[in-house]
């Protein structure tokens, strides 16, 4: 038997590593959507049955790319379409020279019309739905249920997922593993950890969200024939948060610039006892490129915070008063406020003031929870003004200020909290979310265990302040920041805290600004059958 072992840890590497910068790639497609796509092909001109054959070919290519001295492949097919793409794959691995067992529970004659028509294309046996096509499988083809999964996996069907995660072949899983919802990488009742799964024409949200992303092994994309046009029409608004998707906005410096046209960012700190929180994020934003960084410090704070910086400045700033007075010459661009300030009317008042300037603001940390009991005013004040605003909430943060998530997901619960405050929203965790007033999200790929440590979602905030202290167009901005934060963690590995991350940021910007990126190597995804 072909062991898992190898596969696996391959897939991990592969979860640490970033998204392969694929421009005509980045769209994330909802299961409706997807079907949507597949709709417009088909009215288009390209025959359903076309579509079928291609996917389950992919699959039947992946497996013998991945297992060319696999013997025995057990294909398990539901009752829907992704079941006909397992007949499909089936016939091809016998063609390719397996010995393929194939189980199928149902009437054939209840399928999708493509799928009906594919397995009277199947010439091998068809063998009851249990576990034991699993006795001699050396690999297993998850052809059960798709993306578009509408009700939790019970019954039979539970107890063959559970005989499968626990039998020890590698899965190659077709479109999602069974068990995965599409849309919002939630587990619908069980769902299967596969080695690998092949997906079609685009990424799903659920293959870059948690749990989702970690069960699908290393994902990949497989042009089908599906024209990239029925985009236009599909109009997607959630994409992969990859280079490819802000880098053309990235402030690079220019030969004829100089610092003040880089920014002047301000960062509040909190008092003497509090301090560090305040520097993280202010070294973050001088490393990502702000001209200037001040940093606004009580005066009780003013010597230990001098003490600690060399670049950056510091003001003596007591209160919401002294605030608007530091804000008032419209240079200073971009202010930050929250880490380590407290919790309470002094931080309030620092918000307002800081809300009143022409400045770009980023609320994080204490500054949130500060208005949990006073949401609508924070966001009528954040609606009134032009300038942008970025909220970077952790999950309990996030909670005080927009409620529970609802069993729409992660993107939908974002996207909602950006059109009721009218703020950039950057809800933080390893599968990062960031969505804009206009609809627009991403999901951040680029993340590591090691950053669920004290003080790295203050850099994030400096990071995500010095970006749009450089004018950078905040969606991109705070996207980029969150791409960055993760890239800087991955390259530095175990053994991280907070202050290593700003000093990694330069091997990250070289990596973006030189041709050859190293970052496009290690991928969570790859495109299988590339159209150019």
């Known amino acids: 038997m072909i062991s898992a072992e190898g596969p696996v840890r391959v897939a991990f590497f592969i979860f640490v590593g970033a998204l392969l910068y694929r421009g005509s790639m980045l769209e994330l497609l909802t299961s409706e959507e997807m079907g949507e796509a597949d709709r417009l092909a088909i009215s288009g001109g390209v025959p359903g049955l076309s579509l079928m054959e291609a996917a389950g070919r992919?699959?039947?290519?992946?497996?013998?790319?991945?297992?060319?001295?696999?013997?025995?492949?057990?294909?398990?097919?539901?009752?829907?379409?992704?079941?006909?793409?397992?007949?499909?794959?089936?016939?091809?691995?016998?063609?390719?020279?397996?010995?393929?067992?194939?189980?199928?529970?149902?009437?054939?004659?209840?399928?999708?019309?493509?799928?009906?028509?594919?397995?009277?294309?199947?010439?091998?046996?068809?063998?009851?739905?249990?576990?034991?096509?699993?006795?001699?499988?050396?690999?297993?083809?998850?052809?059960?249920?798709?993306?578009?999964?509408?009700?939790?996996?019970?019954?039979?069907?539970?107890?063959?997922?559970?005989?499968?995660?626990?039998?020890?072949?590698?899965?190659?899983?077709?479109?999602?593993?069974?068990?995965?919802?599409?849309?919002?990488?939630?587990?619908?009742?069980?769902?299967?950890?596969?080695?690998?799964?092949?997906?079609?024409?685009?990424?799903?949200?659920?293959?870059?969200?948690?749990?989702?992303?970690?069960?699908?092994?290393?994902?990949?994309?497989?042009?089908?024939?599906?024209?990239?046009?029925?985009?236009?029409?599909?109009?997607?608004?959630?994409?992969?948060?990859?280079?490819?998707?802000?880098?053309?906005?990235?402030?690079?410096?220019?030969?004829?610039?100089?610092?003040?046209?880089?920014?002047?960012?301000?960062?509040?700190?909190?008092?003497?006892?509090?301090?560090?929180?305040?520097?993280?994020?202010?070294?973050?934003?001088?490393?990502?490129?702000?001209?200037?960084?001040?940093?606004?410090?009580?005066?009780?704070?003013?010597?230990?915070?001098?003490?600690?910086?060399?670049?950056?400045?510091?003001?003596?700033?007591?209160?919401?008063?002294?605030?608007?007075?530091?804000l008032a010459d419209e240079r200073k661009n971009a202010v930050l406020i929250g880490p380590g300030v407290g919790v309470g009317e002094r931080t309030k008042a620092m918000v307002r003031a800081a809300l009143a300037s022409s400045a770009a603001i980023v609320l994080d940390a204490d500054a949130i929870t500060s208005f949990a009991d006073d949401t609508d005013e924070l966001f009528a004040a954040i609606r009134a003004r032009k300038a942008p605003v970025a909220l970077t909430?952790?999950?309990?943060?996030?909670?005080?200020?927009?409620?529970?998530?609802?069993?729409?997901?992660?993107?939908?619960?974002?996207?909602?909290?950006?059109?009721?405050s009218g703020a950039i929203v950057l809800l933080k965790g390893s599968d990062t979310v960031v969505a804009s007033p206009d609809g627009r999200a991403s999901i951040n790929a680029t993340s590591s265990p090691w950053l669920a440590t004290a003080g790295t979602g203050d850099v994030l905030a400096g990071l995500v302040l010095g970006l749009l202290a450089e004018r950078m167009d905040p969606f991109e901005a705070v996207s980029a920041a969150a791409w960055m934060h993760g890239r800087a963690a991955q390259l530095f590995g175990p053994g991280l805290v907070a202050e290593d991350l700003p000093k990694l940021l330069p091997a990250v910007l070289q990596e973006l600004a030189r041709p050859g990126k190293k970052w496009q190597e290690n991928s969570i995804w790859r495109r299988l059958n590339a159209r150019e």
């Open 393 to 420: 909430p952790h999950d309990g943060e996030f909670g005080r200020l927009f409620g529970a998530r609802g069993e729409g997901g992660k993107v939908a619960a974002t996207r909602d909290a950006a059109s009721r």
């Open 58 to 326: 992919a699959v039947a290519d992946e497996v013998s790319a991945r297992f060319p001295d696999a013997r025995e492949v057990a294909v398990l097919c539901g009752p829907g379409n992704n079941g006909g793409d397992g007949f499909v794959a089936a016939r091809h691995l016998l063609d390719k020279g397996y010995a393929v067992r194939l189980g199928f529970k149902g009437d054939p004659g209840c399928l999708p019309v493509d799928a009906a028509a594919m397995v009277k294309r199947w010439s091998g046996a068809v063998e009851p739905l249990t576990a034991s096509l699993l006795s001699h499988a050396e690999l297993v083809v998850d052809a059960l249920f798709g993306a578009g999964l509408a009700r939790p996996i019970e019954g039979d069907y539970a107890t063959l997922i559970e005989a499968v995660n626990a039998s020890g072949p590698p899965v190659i899983a077709v479109d999602v593993p069974s068990g995965i919802d599409g849309t919002t990488g939630a587990v619908r009742g069980i769902a299967v950890r596969a080695t690998a799964t092949v997906t079609f024409f685009r990424l799903k949200p659920g293959h870059l969200l948690l749990p989702g992303r970690e069960l699908c092994g290393e994902t990949c994309v497989a042009d089908i024939g599906i024209p990239a046009s029925v985009l236009d029409v599909v109009k997607p608004k959630t994409f992969a948060n990859d280079p490819a998707l802000w880098l053309r906005h990235f402030p690079w410096p220019k030969p004829e610039g100089y610092k003040y046209a880089r920014g002047h960012a301000v960062v509040v700190s909190g008092p003497a006892f509090s301090t560090g929180a305040a520097r993280l994020g202010a070294t973050a934003a001088l490393r990502i490129g702000a001209g200037l960084v001040t940093v606004a410090s009580p005066r009780d704070a003013v010597e230990v915070n001098a003490s600690h910086l060399t670049a950056i400045m510091v003001r003596p700033v007591d209160d919401a008063n002294e605030l608007a007075t530091l």
